[in-house]
């Protein structure tokens, strides 16, 4: 009889404690706790994945201004390589008709490259004034040398009209990638800039293809040298049009002329413009 009041008093004695202790979870609380958190966890989660970023990048195919910015732009790049690749095929009919010596005959070559060489370190003090001032003032100089190598009669205009070029070219050279690059969208900016490079491949091949095309032309060296004043007079025409770069403006103190610029170039896009300005 003893015995059994004493289990009888331990077991209440140790029911008592066992619901007594802190350290023991009610098993109750502790699955609604967790049904707590899995909701909450599976609310933040469905917010988070329901507000990303869902702007699709700037194209410059659905973007007027930005599409005709960078042929324009790309034009500089044509040049380049039009003028480079042009002259290999008109050497051939100049060193006969002008009776060139071989010394002659590099001169005529390289003054281009030492110019534009000469001509693209000096083009920073320029750059102070505009990009677009620069690139309008390129394709005044390349059209008027290409016309000085088209009407040239005697060896000394040659190396004149091949100076002139080289001039223009040294210049765009440096001022296209930059203009394209504070235009262009970050998104696409490597893209548009590579552009250029690629229109300088673009117009060897047309050099290439003129230089064929009259190679069997009397006097066809005045039109491989001469066509190329068509695509700068298309670029200077086109650069009327177009805006000053936004960041020279913001270190001119135009910021909101630059806020305006951008805006027309971010598919209207106010606050993605401020943005870029901040």
Same mark, same amino acid.
């Given at each position: 009889?003893?015995?059994?009041?004493?289990?009888?008093?331990?077991?209440?004695?140790?029911?008592?404690?066992?619901?007594?202790?802190?350290?023991?979870?009610?098993?109750?609380?502790?699955?609604?706790?967790?049904?707590?958190?899995?909701?909450?966890?599976?609310?933040?989660?469905?917010?988070?994945?329901?507000?990303?970023?869902?702007?699709?990048?700037?194209?410059?195919?659905?973007?007027?201004?930005?599409?005709?910015?960078?042929?324009?732009?790309?034009?500089?790049?044509?040049?380049?390589?039009?003028?480079?690749?042009?002259?290999?095929?008109?050497?051939?009919?100049?060193?006969?008709?002008? @009776? !060139? $010596?071989?010394?002659?005959?590099?001169?005529?070559?390289?003054?281009?490259? /030492?110019?534009? +060489? =000469?001509?693209?370190?000096?083009?920073?003090?320029?750059?102070?004034?505009?990009?677009?001032?620069?690139?309008?003032?390129?394709?005044?100089?390349?059209?008027?040398?290409?016309?000085?190598?088209?009407?040239?009669?005697?060896?000394?205009?040659?190396?004149?009209?091949?100076?002139?070029?080289?001039?223009?070219?040294?210049?765009? @050279? !440096? $001022?296209?990638?930059?203009?394209?690059?504070?235009?262009?969208?970050?998104? /696409?900016?490597? +893209? =548009?800039?590579t552009c250029n490079t690629l229109c300088i491949a673009f117009g060897q091949f047309s050099a290439g293809m003129v230089d064929g095309i009259f190679a069997d032309v009397e006097g066809g060296w005045r039109w491989m040298l001469g066509l190329g004043a068509v695509p700068s007079l298309i670029m200077f025409i086109g650069f009327l049009f177009m805006p000053e770069s936004p960041r020279w403006?913001?270190?001119?103190?135009?910021?909101?002329?630059?806020?305006?610029?951008?805006?027309?170039?971010?598919?209207?896009?106010?606050?993605?413009?401020?943005?870029?300005?901040?």
């Open positions: 009889h003893l015995d059994n009041h004493l289990d009888k008093h331990l077991e209440r004695s140790l029911d008592k404690n066992m619901s007594s202790d802190p350290i023991l979870p009610n098993s109750s609380s502790n699955q609604n706790s967790s049904t707590t958190y899995s909701t909450t966890t599976a609310s933040s989660n469905s917010n988070s994945n329901s507000s990303p970023n869902t702007k699709p990048p700037i194209s410059p195919l659905r973007n007027l201004p930005l599409l005709l910015l960078t042929l324009l732009s790309a034009l500089g790049g044509f040049l380049f390589g039009y003028d480079t690749g042009v002259i290999s095929g008109a050497m051939l009919l100049l060193k006969t008709d002008f @009776s !060139l $010596t071989k010394e002659q005959q590099e001169t005529v070559v390289t003054s281009t490259v /030492i110019t534009c +060489a =000469l001509t693209s370190m000096c083009s920073n003090i320029v750059l102070k004034k505009g990009r677009r001032l620069v690139l309008l003032l390129s394709s005044v100089i390349f059209t008027a040398g290409s016309l000085i190598l088209a009407c040239s009669k005697n060896y000394s205009t040659l190396v004149v009209g091949r100076l002139t070029v080289g001039v223009a070219i040294g210049a765009a @050279s !440096l $001022t296209v990638p930059l203009y394209l690059s504070e235009m262009a969208p970050k998104e /696409i900016r490597g +893209a =548009l800039v403006l913001v270190m001119t103190g135009r910021r909101s002329l630059a806020v305006a610029v951008l805006t027309k170039f971010r598919n209207g896009d106010v606050q993605i413009a401020k943005d870029e300005v901040d």
